[in-house]
């Protein structure tokens, strides 16, 4: 399994969905997918939260996730979580793939 990593740069405010456009090889396929996410990505004490999204070896996107750190109250210290996104089920071009993210 292959992975698409996309990682944040700087704080997105008011950011609720990520639209990440691809296009096949010859650039005359192209489809988007819209990723609703609960809060905008940012950067804390230089980790910067990362949108993972599996590709299985058929070309298949099922899930993703953003891989974020947070601060927990209860035990005073930082930690790393998973919020997983709805996705809808996408097969990628074959061959070469082109993305682009939409902000």
């Not at 950011?15 to 396929?29: C, D, M, V």
């Not at 192209?30 to 230089?46: A, K, M, R, T, W």
């Not at 601060?71 to 998973?82: L, M, P, S």
């Amino acid at each position: 399994m292959k992975y698409i990593k996309i990682k944040a740069t700087k704080y997105y405010s008011n950011q609720n969905k990520i639209t990440l456009s691809i296009t096949n090889e010859t650039k005359t396929h192209s489809f988007n997918l819209i990723i609703n996410i609960n809060y905008p990505l940012e950067i804390i004490n230089g980790i910067s939260d990362e949108i993972i999204i599996p590709v299985h070896n058929n070309g298949l996107i099922s899930i993703a996730y953003i891989k974020r750190k947070i601060f927990k109250e209860e035990t005073g210290k930082e930690e790393i979580i998973k919020e997983y996104l709805d996705t809808p089920n996408i097969f990628l071009f074959k061959g070469v793939n082109y993305l682009k993210i939409i902000l």
